[in-house]
C-alpha cells in the first residue's frame, strides 16, 4: 500500500527564509504526489501535484517540489517565506496508473510557523 | 461557486445519540469521501464513494455509516457516537471515478465533540 513519511512535524523559519518541507513516499507502483496546504479553521487547498510529467512541478503562492525518484523524495520548497504562509501543510499519495487510484493517502503534517 | 459545503460546522452531542453531519457539492462530481482529523495522524479517510449507490470503508470506518442516493450529496451518519469520535470532520470531492491526478476539493470541516 502507498504511504507518505512527513519529516518534522513543526518547522520554523524567519520571514524572508528558505521554506523546506520534507516528504517520502513509499509506493508499489509510480505515485501521484499532493502537497495540500491547510491555513487555520480552513479546509484544504491543492498547493500543487506532479503527475509523471515534468520532475519540478510549479505551485501556487511561490512553492514549488522536485520528485526525485531515486531517493522516493517530494520535497515542497519556497525560496522566501512569508507571514501567510504559516499553515500546516499536508503531503498526499495516490496510486499511478497500473494501481487504484480511489484512495488518497496523506502524511501527518507539517506545521509551518513563520516568525518576523 | 464551486464548493463543498459541510453541516454543521460545530457540533456538541452526548454518547449515543445519532447524527448526521452532511456534505454537499455543486460540481458534479463523482467522487466523494470522508476524513478524519486528529493532532499527529493526519487526515484518515473514513470512506469513499465512487459514484451513486456505490461506497466502499477507508482505513477507520468503524462506527460510521454514509449513504449515497444523489450524486451531490454523501452524508456521514454516526449511528451511536462515543467520545473517541471526537474529531475534525473534512468532506471531500474529485471530478472522475478515481483520484488519478485529479485535485480533491475540501469542505470547510466539522468540528464534533462527543462528551
Known amino acids: 500500500a502507498q504511504s507518505v513519511t512527513q519529516l518534522g512535524s513543526h518547522v520554523s523559519v524567519s520571514e524572508g527564509a528558505l521554506v523546506l518541507l520534507r516528504c517520502n513516499y513509499s509506493s508499489s507502483v509510480p505515485p501521484y504526489l499532493f502537497w495540500y496546504v491547510q491555513y487555520p479553521n480552513q479546509g484544504l487547498q491543492l498547493l500543487l501535484k506532479y503527475t509523471s510529467a515534468a520532475t519540478l512541478v510549479k505551485g501556487i503562492n511561490g512553492f514549488e517540489a522536485e520528485f526525485k525518484k531515486s531517493e522516493t523524495s517530494f520535497h515542497l520548497t519556497k525560496p522566501s517565506a512569508h507571514m501567510s504562509d504559516a499553515a500546516e501543510y499536508f503531503c498526499a499519495v495516490t496510486k499511478g496508473s497500473g494501481g487504484s487510484n480511489y484512495k488518497l493517502t496523506f502524511g501527518k503534517g507539517t506545521l509551518l510557523t513563520v516568525n518576523p | 461557486e464551486a464548493q463543498v459545503t459541510q453541516n454543521p460546522r460545530y457540533l456538541i452531542t452526548v454518547t449515543g445519540k445519532k447524527l448526521t453531519v452532511t456534505c454537499s457539492q455543486n460540481?458534479?462530481?463523482?467522487?466523494m469521501s470522508w476524513y478524519r482529523q486528529d493532532p499527529g495522524l493526519g487526515l484518515r479517510q473514513i470512506y469513499y464513494s465512487m459514484n451513486v449507490e456505490v461506497t466502499d470503508k477507508g482505513d477507520v470506518p468503524e462506527g460510521y455509516k454514509v449513504s449515497r442516493k444523489e450524486k451531490r450529496n454523501f452524508p456521514l451518519i454516526l449511528e451511536s457516537p462515543s467520545p473517541n469520535q471526537t474529531s475534525l470532520y473534512f468532506c471531500?470531492?474529485?471530478?472522475?471515478?478515481?483520484?488519478?491526478?485529479?485535485?480533491?476539493?475540501f469542505g470547510q470541516g466539522t468540528r464534533l465533540t462527543v462528551v
Open positions: 460540481m458534479n462530481h463523482e467522487y
Open positions: 471531500a470531492s474529485s471530478p472522475g471515478q478515481f483520484l488519478m491526478n485529479t485535485e480533491a476539493f
